[in-house]
């Protein structure tokens, strides 16, 4: 135990003096922060400039120019109000379409009648929905002409418009609508622990295999206090470090919480439950995926080899990865019901049910008994495959063949 605590101690200055480590945690904390700090300065008056009715002729966000037709220019000011843009208004076609192609206007339009047009626009982009905008304002148009004609004036025809619907939302299960930002971020966060610290661990490994600095260690620290010092170090390195970045972003919310008026509660208001869930299943799996990459980096003496050597396990995740994103759109699917006690893709899997869908207790449970038990299976292996693998140099060693000779000793 004595050995194993200097390990760990000695590892966790090795982090903490890291300039980098530090500054990209000082520096992730401030863009946290700043994310939900800043724009609180805006909020109060984006919501007094929306309070104000704003015309077309201060609005000069965007400009369009148009060729209205004869039968809609004595009401063009009524027509033009009901799409919030500025308008420009041309003679004929041909000089609104030399106005759109010296770029006097975004776009142009040529009423023909009310119920046919044109759109005119020099380049074209994915996220041009001017066209779809004009056609709803001129459905509007030919709704409000009819009803006129049916007898009703403009103030009865706004009351229509404008009539209140109340409901309210009865949710027996879970809202995945509520809970899916905040899902989706925390399953982020645990990707880049264990990717990111699972390197670092495998490299740090391998940098002293390398350097001959093992062959110091090995003779006065047992191979298991080594081992199981370097990864758990690793561990509480990432999780501190993911608690200060977002642990800054939930105190900086809980102080600016009035000014957003609950806008940010679908990424801050995480019931306990699920907060249980995530620590408990996202710590075992990183410990788990820790212990391989901590084995995987005694098995090679260059770190040139750690990435072909390492790629296996990062596919592995990266499929338990995939999963859960997929299971985010149905977490009750077949397929995320067996991954949620597959050891390797738990983690993801059971978190989602548990924030997103409807999971019994005994099965979190089981779930949780299985993932920690190959926690438990893959860090003595770890152990042994260390023990190994660090006197052994040249051509990096399948784990296969590991294995085998550690049965044969």
Same mark, same amino acid.
């Given at each position: 135990?004595?050995?194993?605590?200097?390990?760990?101690?000695?590892?966790?200055?090795?982090?903490?003096?890291?300039?980098?480590?530090?500054?990209?945690?000082?520096?992730?904390?401030?863009?946290?922060?700043?994310?939900?700090?800043?724009?609180?300065?805006?909020?109060?008056?984006?919501?007094?400039?929306?309070?104000?009715?704003?015309? #077309?002729?201060?609005?000069?966000?965007? /400009?369009?120019?148009?060729?209205?037709?004869?039968?809609?220019?004595?009401?063009?000011?009524?027509?033009?109000? !009901?799409?919030?843009?500025?308008?420009?208004?041309?003679?004929?076609?041909?000089?609104?379409?030399?106005?759109?192609?010296?770029?006097?206007?975004? &776009?142009?339009?040529?009423?023909?009648?009310?119920?046919?047009?044109?759109?005119?626009?020099?380049?074209?982009?994915?996220?041009?929905?001017?066209?779809?905008?004009?056609?709803?304002?001129?459905?509007?148009?030919?709704?409000?002409?009819?009803?006129?004609?049916?007898?009703?004036?403009?103030?009865?025809?706004?009351?229509?418009?404008?009539?209140?619907?109340?409901?309210?939302? $009865?949710?027996?299960?879970?809202?995945?609508?509520?809970?899916?930002?905040?899902?989706?971020?925390?399953?982020?966060?645990?990707?880049?622990? $264990?990717?990111?610290?699972?390197?670092?661990?495998?490299?740090?490994?391998?940098?002293?295999?390398?350097?001959?600095?093992?062959?110091?260690?090995?003779?006065?620290?047992?191979?298991?206090?080594?081992?199981?010092?370097?990864?758990?170090?690793?561990?509480?390195?990432?999780?501190?470090? !993911?608690?200060? $970045?977002?642990?800054?972003?939930?105190? &900086?919310?809980?102080?600016?919480?009035?000014?957003?008026?609950?806008?940010?509660?679908?990424?801050?208001?995480?019931?306990?439950?699920?907060? *249980? /869930?995530?620590?408990?299943?996202?710590?075992?799996?990183?410990?788990?995926?820790?212990?391989?990459?901590?084995?995987?980096?005694?098995?090679?003496?260059?770190?040139?080899?750690?990435?072909?050597?390492?790629?296996?396990?990062?596919? %592995?995740?990266?499929?338990? +990865?995939?999963?859960?994103?997929?299971?985010?759109?149905?977490?009750?699917?077949?397929?995320?019901? %067996?991954?949620? +006690? %597959?050891?390797?893709?738990?983690? #993801?899997? !059971?978190?989602?049910?548990?924030?997103?869908? #409807?999971?019994?207790?005994?099965?979190?449970?089981?779930?949780?008994?299985?993932?920690?038990?190959?926690?438990?299976?893959?860090? *003595?292996?770890?152990?042994?495959?260390?023990?190994?693998?660090?006197?052994?140099?040249?051509?990096?060693?399948?784990?296969?063949? &590991?294995?085998? #000779? *550690?049965?044969?000793?």
């Amino acid at each position: 135990m004595k050995q194993f605590l200097t390990v760990l101690r000695f590892e966790l200055n090795t982090y903490f003096k890291n300039k980098s480590f530090l500054i990209t945690t000082f520096i992730l904390m401030i863009v946290i922060v700043g994310s939900v700090v800043v724009p609180t300065f805006f909020i109060n008056q984006k919501n007094d400039e929306a309070i104000v009715d704003v015309s #077309n002729d201060t609005l000069d966000a965007t /400009t369009l120019g148009i060729v209205l037709s004869e039968d809609i220019t004595k009401n063009k000011d009524s027509f033009l109000q !009901m799409t919030p843009v500025h308008w420009k208004q041309y003679p004929s076609k041909e000089v609104l379409s030399n106005a759109v192609k010296n770029e006097d206007v975004v &776009a142009g339009f040529v009423l023909h009648n009310l119920k046919e047009y044109s759109y005119i626009v020099n380049n074209r982009s994915l996220s041009d929905d001017w066209s779809l905008m004009f056609e709803n304002s001129l459905k509007k148009w030919n709704k409000k002409m009819y009803l006129m004609e049916q007898g009703l004036n403009e103030q009865q025809i706004m009351q229509l418009d404008q009539v209140n619907i109340k409901h309210d939302e $009865i949710v027996l299960g879970k809202d995945s609508v509520q809970s899916f930002g905040y899902t989706y971020v925390l399953i982020f966060a645990i990707y880049f622990l $264990i990717l990111f610290y699972g390197q670092m661990i495998a490299v740090s490994i391998t940098n002293e295999k390398s350097n001959r600095a093992i062959e110091i260690l090995v003779t006065s620290v047992h191979p298991n206090s080594l081992i199981f010092g370097k990864v758990l170090a690793g561990a509480i390195a990432g999780l501190i470090q !993911m608690t200060l $970045i977002l642990g800054s972003g939930f105190i &900086a919310y809980a102080l600016v919480e009035n000014k957003w008026n609950g806008q940010l509660d679908f990424l801050f208001n995480i019931p306990g439950n699920v907060w *249980i /869930t995530y620590i408990a299943f996202g710590l075992f799996s990183y410990l788990l995926y820790s212990f391989i990459f901590g084995a995987l980096g005694a098995l090679v003496s260059k770190t040139e080899d750690i990435s072909k050597s390492s790629m296996p396990v990062m596919l %592995i995740y990266i499929v338990s +990865f995939l999963i859960g994103i997929y299971g985010l759109q149905n977490s009750d699917t077949i397929l995320m019901k %067996i991954a949620s +006690f %597959i050891p390797f893709t738990s983690g #993801n899997a !059971m978190f989602i049910r548990v924030s997103m869908g #409807n999971v019994v207790l005994w099965e979190i449970l089981i779930s949780f008994g299985l993932l920690v038990v190959t926690c438990i299976f893959i860090g *003595i292996l770890a152990a042994k495959l260390f023990r190994f693998g660090t006197l052994n140099y040249g051509n990096p060693i399948r784990i296969r063949s &590991a294995i085998k #000779n *550690i049965k044969n000793q």
